[in-house]
C-alpha cells in the first residue's frame, strides 16, 4: 500500500506544488492565467540562474498577498521566502519577477562581497547625476540632493513614474540605465543588471552598468 500511498500524496502534491532546482518548495495558493506554463517557468529560470545563487531561498509562494496592495509591488521577499503574484501577463513576465527577487536574496547574502567596495553605489550616483542634468535640462523642478539619495524613496519614485511618466523616463534613461526601473535606487540598480544579465543581453549590462556587470560575473564564477 505504500505505492499507492505515495502516488496519492504525489499527485496531491502536484496539484499545488512544484519544485525548482530540485530543492525549493514552489506552492501555488492562487491560480495563474491559463497561458501561464509553470513548469516552462521553472525550467527556464534553472537553466538560466546558477544554482548557488538561490541560497537562501527555501520557499516560492504564488499568489495573491495583501502586501502588494499595500507596497504597490508584484512581488517580494522575506525570510527565506519569494511572495509572486499569480497575475503574470505571460511566463516571461513571470520569469521576471522571480529572478528580480532572487537578486534581492543574493543581495542578502553576498552583501559585502556586492557593496563593500562602493563600486556599484559610485555608478549608481554618477548616473542619477547625469539623470539629474538631463531632466534639468527638460526644465523639471528638481533637486540635486534628491537625485544624490540612493536609498529608495516613495516620493522619488512617485516623482519618476507619475510625474516624469514611464514613456519619457524610458527615453531620458536610454543608455544610462539598463531599464528605468535601475534608476529607482541602488539596490533596484543592482536587481535590474542582474536581472537582464541572466535574462536579457549579459553584454548590454556590461555596456551600459560595467560595475554591476562585474559584481554579478563574479557571483556566477565565484567558488563556493
Ligand atoms: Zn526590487
Redesign the pocket.
Known sequence: MKGVNNYIKESLRSASEKLLYNKIIVFVKDPLPEGVDLDYVLSSIEKRVPEHLTYGIDMVYIGDFEEFKERD?N??YKDGALYITNEQSDADDMIDDIV??M??TCEDTYHSLIYTDGKIQNEFVGKRRRLYEILKAEEYRIDLEDFLNTEYSKDFDEFLYQEVGYDKLTFFTMGLFVSP?GA??Y??YF??GFEHYFLNDPQYVKVVSPAVYDKVDGLVFMEI
Open positions: 509591488v512581488a517580494t528580480h527577487e537578486s534581492h526601473y529607482t535606487s539596490r533596484e536587481a535590474n
